[in-house]
């Protein structure tokens, strides 16, 4: 049985990322930031439009949780007495997703230490007046 050939698909344009789901406000604008950052850096690919989405949603549960912490307190009160305010829960759980979406990003202190990031080498206008030599 002979192996398939493998269908080329057009890599869309470097730079042109979209959401790959709907995100709120706060998510979106992490989104048009984390993208403008990779931009800068030489690293924006719709390879990552998938993990870019992820990370800016994690974050932008992060914001509106802990808006909800500082109006209604860590402690909530209900029938049962005192209990955690589950907006503790879902800040902590988007914490790490956020955390781990940067690193394979390359966004956090460390990953930006160790990533090497592609240059302009810029053609010297009198190369060639350097002599070869024997």
Excluded: W
């Amino acid at each position: 049985m002979a192996a398939k050939p493998k269908q080329k698909t057009a890599e869309p344009v470097k730079g042109d990322v979209k959401p790959t789901f709907e995100l709120n406000r706060e998510a979106q604008e992490v989104f048009e930031r984390l993208c403008g950052l990779m931009e800068k850096m030489g690293t924006l690919s719709p390879s990552y439009a998938d993990l870019i989405t992820t990370t800016a949603s994690a974050i932008g549960r992060m914001i509106l949780a802990e808006q909800d912490l500082n109006e209604r307190g860590h402690i909530s009160h209900s029938e049962r007495g005192e209990v955690k305010n589950q907006s503790f829960t879902v800040y902590s759980s988007s914490l790490s997703l956020a955390q781990k979406g940067l690193g394979m990003l390359g966004l956090t202190p460390s990953t930006l230490g160790k990533m090497v990031v592609p240059t302009k080498v810029e053609e010297n206008p009198f190369a060639m007046f350097n002599r070869k030599k024997p």
